[in-house]
């Protein structure tokens, strides 16, 4: 059974202040990793990807990987009362169909 | 932009009835999926479709069947909707990176 593991949360940070928010992943043969965000009761919405080993930034957002860890996080610098949300991490192992692995996701919450 | 449309926002149906949930993309994937979401356990794929009239079970497929007859029409069916299929229901299609429609809100009575 291939698993991705987030911690639930609740992740509460000040505004301001970095946001961290850590994946792990079972299949060694995981190729490509995303972050959704997801607003109370709306759909998830693509935020990052990264394909290799390393990180790669967007903005605020910064996403890392380590295919040797297993171990994939997202960054949220100068955090926003509007960054808070449910983020979820999901991997693909390969093949085709694009059939994603969600994790349950970490619910961030940034206080004023 | 990619577009994923769901067909309703929300809905109330009792239980025993047919129910059928309709998902548009726009950009000619060939993947499409639907997924159910609920508090606690996260996104679960029920079906996905990886061309017309071609069909794969996810998850947890007990209960509900799809329909792709076109390649930008993706539906699921639920044969005998009950309770337990209450749930927040997502649509999404992929050509290499996965997009969501808004979701249906789903309630048995």
């Known amino acids: 059974q291939k698993e991705v593991e987030q911690n639930s949360g609740p992740l509460s940070v000040p505004e301001g202040a970095i946001a961290s928010l850590n994946c792990t992943y079972s299949?060694?043969?995981?190729?490509?990793f995303f972050w959704y965000r997801q607003y109370s009761g709306k759909s998830p919405e693509l935020i990052m990807s990264?394909?290799?080993?390393g990180d790669k930034e967007d903005g605020r957002f910064t996403a890392q990987l380590n295919k040797a860890s297993q171990y994939v996080s997202l960054l949220i610098r100068d955090s926003q009362p509007s960054d808070s949300a449910t983020y979820l991490c999901a991997v693909y192992v390969g093949g085709s169909n694009y059939k994603l692995t969600f994790g349950k996701g970490t619910l961030l919450t940034v206080n004023p | 932009d990619v577009k994923v449309t769901q067909s309703s926002r929300y809905l109330v149906k009792r239980t025993g009835e047919k129910v059928f949930l309709e998902c548009v993309q726009d950009?000619?994937?060939?993947?499409m999926f639907w997924y159910r979401q609920d508090p606690g356990l996260g996104l679960r794929l029920i079906y996905f479709?990886?061309?017309?009239?071609?069909?794969e079970k996810g998850d947890i497929p007990e209960g509900y069947s799809v329909s792709r007859e076109k390649k930008e029409r993706f539906s699921l069916i639920l044969e005998s909707a009950s309770t337990n299929q209450t749930s927040m229901y997502l649509c999404?299609?992929?050509?290499?990176?996965?997009?969501f429609g808004n979701g249906t809100r789903l309630t048995v009575t």
């Open positions: 479709s990886y061309d017309v009239k071609m069909k």
């Open positions: 950009m000619d994937h060939e993947n």
């Open positions: 999404a299609s992929s050509g290499g990176l996965l997009h």
């Open positions: 990264i394909y290799s080993n």
């Open positions: 299949d060694r043969g995981s190729q490509s």
